[in-house]
């Protein structure tokens, strides 16, 4: 028998990588052309067309997979809406507001028509995120400083939701570094992570809430959400327990 028979598909299997490489063309495609719909946006906006004349991208969670080497764990839509309405309570059209290491949010928040989407940025690691073009900026904790626009956004931002990727002392004292280096004077912060973290984040002047984000998929950590204002939505938390 020909050695070369022996590696042939069979035509199932043929069937179904051909279905596989199709569905990733496409993929591909969409995404494309959602990142040429952001920058067009976004250069409509600096020229100052008052009636862009496209609609947002649609983006959703949907077009993401979780990634579990990324430490990827998608929230649930009620924690994210959360999330995304406590941004637009806080902002207005002259807001500056990023999410870090939180993209759920972020897609949340530009789904619901925000009035400052030129000025909302994610800052995360992986890039299937740059559908959304100039607004978003690859970002790797372990280089807290280190990122596109740095100069530009510097002390400049009126609030952050952030999260960061791994529940770990380092992750997120780096992560914070980030936080301050960017936040204007006042500016205001909602951390989501661990409870272990309590006390790292008490050192930065963020207090726990009582409110506990969910995951699509479900979390064993016990998750917590910090914030360094006072928030109507996310009612400080009485921490005696923990001292």
Not at 4 to 16: C, F, I, Y
Not at 35 to 60: I, N, W, Y
Not at 113 to 141: A, K, W
Not at 161 to 184: M, N
Request: hydrophobic residues 35%; negative net charge.
């Amino acid at each position: 028998m020909d050695s070369d028979s022996d590696l042939e598909l069979s035509p199932e299997t043929l069937r179904a990588l051909q279905q596989v490489m199709r569905e990733q063309q496409e993929q591909w495609e969409r995404f494309e052309s959602l990142r040429q719909q952001a920058e067009e946006r976004f250069d409509e906006a600096k020229e100052g067309s008052k009636a862009p004349s496209r609609d947002l991208p649609v983006v959703t969670m949907d077009f993401f997979r979780e990634d579990w080497q990324l430490s990827q764990f998608w929230y649930d839509d009620a924690t994210s809406e959360k999330l995304a309405r406590e941004v637009l309570s806080n902002t207005d059209a002259n807001s500056i507001a990023c999410c870090i290491s939180s993209p759920t949010a972020y897609v949340k928040l530009m789904s619901m028509n925000p009035p400052n989407t030129n000025n909302l940025f994610l800052f995360e690691f992986d890039t299937r995120f740059d559908v959304y073009g100039r607004q978003f900026v690859h970002y790797d904790y372990s280089k807290p400083l280190e990122f596109r626009l740095s100069q530009e956004l510097k002390g400049s931002v009126d609030m952050i939701i952030v999260d960061p990727p791994f529940l770990s002392e380092e992750c997120l004292t780096k992560t914070l570094q980030t936080v301050r280096f960017l936040l204007r004077k006042g500016g205001k912060v909602v951390l989501c992570t661990g409870l272990v973290m309590l006390k790292i984040a008490k050192e930065d002047g963020l207090e726990l809430t009582t409110f506990h984000p969910g995951h699509q998929n479900g979390l064993s950590n016990d998750f917590r959400c910090y914030v360094n204002y006072q928030s109507n939505q996310f009612p400080l938390k009485e921490q005696e327990e923990f001292k």
